[in-house]
Structures are given as C-alpha cells and as structure tokens.
C-alpha cells in the first residue's frame, strides 16, 4: 500500500508564504504526474498545480501561476508546492495527488492516489 503524506500547512496572515511537502512512502509505475489540488468548504476539488516526475513539464492554475512554484525531490519521493503572497480566498484543503498521464491534469478523476491533505488558512 502506497501512502502520500501531505505536511506544511498552518495558519497564514494574507501576503504570508507556506510551503507544502507531499512525501510517498515508495515510488511506482503511476506516479507519471504529481498534482496539488485545493478544496475550499462547499466547494469543489480543484486543480492547483502539477509536474511530470521528470520535472519537465509544470502547469499552474492561471491564479497561482506568477505565486507558487512547485518542484520535486526525486530521491526523496517528495513534491513541494511554494505558495507566496497569500490571500484569504487560498484558504482550504490542499492535497497531493498522482496519476498515470497528464492529458487531463485538471480533472480529479485521473488521479489514482491522493494523500489526507493539509489545511491551509489565511486570515485577512
């Protein structure tokens, strides 16, 4: 059984930073694309950010993209999503995820394995 180990999340004032790490306890055929999503309270799961294994190819949601940064460790199975200048509306729960292709990225529906997710508040 594969595990994804989401951590990094707390309490933020708006325009603070967060770094978020999603640790797999091994990696496997599957993990072809890492992706964080986001799921604020009555709202759908949506994408946020994603990266080939390979670190090649990296999309964004167009209202992160000029404030995360998301990047990889490979030798420690570990994805990290760097978010800056927060604003309360980034406020939710935020999860990792893994698939086998990214044709669809931004669908939850493609992804195989998800990690418990890590809350994220930023206060106003």
């Known amino acids: 059984q594969v595990e994804m180990i989401e951590s990094g999340g707390g309490l933020v004032q708006s325009g603070g930073s967060l770094r978020l790490s999603c640790t797999a306890s091994r990696r496997t055929d599957n993990m072809f694309f890492m992706a964080w999503f986001r799921q604020a309270t009555g709202s759908e799961r949506e994408f946020v950010a994603g990266?080939?294994?390979?670190?090649?190819?990296?999309f964004y949601k167009e209202f992160f993209e000029s404030r995360s940064t998301i990047s990889k460790d490979n030798a420690k199975n570990t994805v990290y999503l760097q978010m800056n200048r927060l604003k309360p509306e980034d406020t939710g729960v935020y999860y990792c995820?893994?698939?086998?292709?990214?044709?669809?990225?931004?669908?939850?529906?493609?992804?195989?394995?998800w990690g418990q997710g890590t809350q994220v508040t930023v206060s106003s």
């Open positions: 995820a893994s698939a086998r292709r990214f044709t669809y990225f931004k669908r939850p529906g493609e992804y195989d394995l």
């Open positions: 990266i080939t294994w390979s670190g090649e190819r990296r």
